[in-house]
């Protein structure tokens, strides 16, 4: 397991969490090259359908990160964010994924060192728990 490299999939909000993943770049923070980002304009648009793919496609674990709460472009889109990842951590295990695996964070436009800081955490934790190995008779 030491050999062990986590795959993370961050669906991040184009306004906040993307520009503080750019910040982090160029002000030359290192983190982890394990993350791989999805952009999307705001994470209310993340669909549970996509964190789920995410995992049945391979991922170790799963990021949703987007504005702090009252600062969303679009008004309540991460509060809608909110309320579906709490939806999915309900039914994550049916699948065989465990919760901890599917983070929501709020890391504003300005917070390179944040962003940085959340994936060495998400990566330490999940080289920790070892692969994600989901259920896949639950789907199919």
């Known amino acids: 397991m030491a050999d062990f490299e986590p795959t993370i999939i961050a669906f991040v909000c184009n306004w906040c969490t993307y520009t503080a993943a750019d910040l ?5 923070q290192k983190y ?7 952009k999307v304009m705001c994470t209310g648009m993340v669909d549970p359908k996509y ?9 170790d674990a799963v990021l949703v ?3 702090h709460p009252g600062d969303c472009h679009y008004i309540n889109g991460n509060y809608k964010a909110r309320r579906r990842i709490h939806l999915v951590h309900n039914i994550l295990e049916r699948f065989g994924i465990g919760r901890e695996r599917l983070r929501l964070t709020w890391i504003g436009a300005s ?5 940085a800081k959340v994936i060495r955490s998400m990566v330490a934790e999940l080289k920790a728990l070892g692969p994600a190995v989901t259920d896949m008779k639950q789907v199919i």
């Open 111 to 115: 917070d390179g060192i944040e962003f």
């Open 65 to 67: 990160s987007g504005c």
């Open 51 to 59: 964190v789920l793919k995410a995992f049945l496609s391979g991922a």
């Open 24 to 28: 982090a770049g160029t002000s030359r």
């Open 32 to 38: 982890p090259p394990n993350v791989r980002l999805i």
